[in-house]
Structures are given as structure tokens and as C-alpha cells.
């Protein structure tokens, strides 16, 4: 039996294909990913267009509230109202003059909630990060955590589901919303109903 010192320092070359085609499909892999994400983001937008314009424009031109798929699934018009407030990753991500516009935005928004009894929407959340060894400190932040100077941030916000609630119950009860400052969006959506 002939030993060849030189097997075990050279990797064969069906190893370095083996290495190479893995490297190939996991490239490939990558490029079929972002082909399927790009594909389902223009699905998605092809499916808002179709609820939100063409279906309710074609449902309104020919007078139609409402109608039944043949497998018996409903589809009728909802109208929306919807509105926003920046939020701190929106403005996190947002650079120069747009944050300074989305921080100004949202702080507009927030003093208009409370100047109309609407204060208790808004959430504040107070994240303080802490080693596994700091329990004692973590117990006692509540108390002193300005006196201690420990950096912590602090995400103030409402839920959007709320925030809609709120715009739509004063606008069907007469009531003024600032339209351009919660960039209120009004329209009509078809909808599936449930239970159909």
C-alpha cells in the first residue's frame, strides 16, 4: 500500500466543485429570494389597487353595494378613513430637513391629542438597558433613573387602530379632525366579509 502524504494537504478538486456549486446554488437561492419578495411586492400593490380604486370605481359607476363570488365568498364596499403619526423608527431612519419635518409632525400630533381630551391615546415607552448582573439597579431605575444619569430611550406613540377609531367617530359626529397634519386618507375599499 502506497501512501500519498500530499492526500491529505490538497483538497481534490471534485471537493473544490462541491464547494463551488454549493456556493452557486446558495447564490442562486439568494437571487430567487429577492426575485419572489420584488414579485410579492407588486402583488400586494396590485391588490390595494384593485380594492381601493378600480373595484370600488367600477362598483360605483354601476351602482353596486355589494356582490357574491361564485364559491359564495361576499365581497361589498367599506369606507376608510385613515390617518398617521410619525413614528420614532420613521423618524429614526429619516435624514436632515425630513426629520426635523416628521419629528415637528409628531409632536404637532401628540399636543393635538391632548389639546382635545384625546392624551390618553398615547402610549410612552421606556426601554433601559441593564446587564444580567444589575437586577438591584433595574428595581430601583423607576426612582432614580434621571438622578443616575443612565441612558435610556423613551418611544412615545399611538396605535393606529386607535388613532382611525378616533377620526372616524368625529368626523360622523361633525366634528373638525386636521386633515393635513394626521395626513387623513378617505376612500372607499372593497372587502371581503367574513363568515361568507
Given at each position: 500500500?502506497?501512501?500519498?502524504?500530499?492526500?491529505?494537504?490538497?483538497?481534490?478538486?471534485?471537493?473544490?466543485?462541491?464547494?463551488?456549486?454549493?456556493?452557486?446554488?446558495?447564490?442562486?437561492?439568494?437571487?430567487?429570494?429577492?426575485?419572489?419578495?420584488?414579485?410579492?411586492?407588486?402583488?400586494?400593490?396590485?391588490?390595494?389597487?384593485?380594492?381601493?380604486?378600480?373595484?370600488?370605481?367600477?362598483?360605483?359607476?354601476?351602482?353596486?353595494?355589494?356582490?357574491?363570488?361564485?364559491?359564495?365568498?361576499?365581497?361589498?364596499?367599506?369606507?376608510?378613513?385613515?390617518?398617521?403619526?410619525?413614528?420614532?423608527?420613521?423618524?429614526?431612519?429619516?435624514?436632515?430637513?425630513?426629520?426635523?419635518?416628521?419629528?415637528?409632525?409628531?409632536?404637532?400630533?401628540?399636543?393635538?391629542?391632548?389639546?382635545?381630551?384625546?392624551?390618553?391615546?398615547?402610549?410612552?415607552?421606556?426601554?433601559?438597558?441593564?446587564?444580567?448582573?444589575?437586577?438591584?439597579?433595574?428595581?430601583e431605575f423607576v426612582n432614580e433613573l434621571r438622578e443616575k444619569n443612565i441612558f435610556y430611550n423613551r418611544a412615545v406613540g399611538v396605535h393606529h387602530g386607535q388613532l382611525n377609531a378616533l377620526l372616524k367617530e368625529r368626523v360622523e359626529d361633525g366634528k373638525e379632525i386636521p386633515y393635513d397634519l394626521f395626513k387623513v386618507f378617505t376612500g372607499r375599499?372593497?372587502?371581503?366579509?367574513?363568515?361568507?
Amino acid at each position: 500500500m502506497t501512501i500519498n502524504p500530499l492526500d491529505d494537504v490538497a483538497p481534490a478538486s471534485n471537493s473544490l466543485g462541491a464547494i463551488t456549486d454549493m456556493g452557486q446554488k446558495m447564490y442562486d437561492l439568494l437571487k430567487e429570494i429577492k426575485e419572489l419578495e420584488d414579485l410579492l411586492k407588486k402583488k400586494k400593490w396590485d391588490f390595494t389597487n384593485l380594492a381601493e380604486h378600480e373595484l370600488p370605481d367600477l362598483m360605483q359607476e354601476l351602482n353596486c353595494k355589494d356582490f357574491t363570488l361564485s364559491n359564495g365568498t361576499k365581497c361589498e364596499i367599506k369606507e376608510i378613513l385613515s390617518g398617521s403619526i410619525p413614528s420614532n423608527g420613521a423618524i429614526e431612519k429619516a435624514k436632515g430637513d425630513d426629520k426635523l419635518d416628521l419629528e415637528m409632525r409628531q409632536k404637532q400630533c401628540l399636543d393635538w391629542l391632548r389639546d382635545n381630551n384625546h392624551g390618553d391615546l398615547i402610549k410612552s415607552n421606556v426601554t433601559v438597558p441593564f446587564s444580567k448582573t444589575e437586577d438591584k439597579k433595574c428595581n430601583e431605575f423607576v426612582n432614580e433613573l434621571r438622578e443616575k444619569n443612565i441612558f435610556y430611550n423613551r418611544a412615545v406613540g399611538v396605535h393606529h387602530g386607535q388613532l382611525n377609531a378616533l377620526l372616524k367617530e368625529r368626523v360622523e359626529d361633525g366634528k373638525e379632525i386636521p386633515y393635513d397634519l394626521f395626513k387623513v386618507f378617505t376612500g372607499r375599499k372593497a372587502i371581503f366579509v367574513k363568515g361568507s
